[in-house]
Nanobody
Framework: QVQAVESGGGLVQAGGSLRLSCAAS????????MKWYRQAPGKQRELVEG???????NYADSVKGRFTISGDNAKNTVYLQMNSLKPEDTAVYYC?????????WGQGTQVTVSS
């Protein structure tokens, strides 16, 4: 079974840091792109940051300079390092991995930032 499993969410105070992980498992032979999305209550899901197999990244202006995406193709894992967290970063975070014919979504992990 091909799937993506996330870990690393939680509750943190404003200004703190969290690191999210998302590991793809199953018959994965190559990864084309890895992304993180988030969805806050009452809002649409939005792209936070993405990275291609070539190392190109794109990100939302709201996280510029605070969040960093990285990938480990050998482990089929994508990470999101989140620093200087703000209450407005509170959301459910989802990973998205494009691997060959598969487009995998993680189950979502809650990130809550208290003021």
């Amino acid at each position: 079974q091909v799937q993506a499993v996330e870990s690393g969410g939680g509750l943190v105070q404003a200004g703190g840091s969290l690191r999210l992980s998302c590991a793809a498992s199953g018959s994965i032979f190559s990864i084309n792109a890895m992304k993180w999305y988030r969805q806050a209550p009452g809002k649409q899901r939005e792209l936070v940051e993405g990275i291609t197999s070539g190392g190109s990244t794109n990100y939302a202006d709201s996280v510029k300079g605070r969040f960093t995406i990285s990938g480990d193709n050998a482990k089929n894992t994508v990470y999101l390092q989140m620093n200087s967290l703000k209450p407005e970063d509170t959301a459910v975070y989802y990973c998205n991995i494009e691997a060959g014919i598969y487009v995998l979504w993680g189950q979502g992990t809650q990130v809550t930032v208290s003021s």
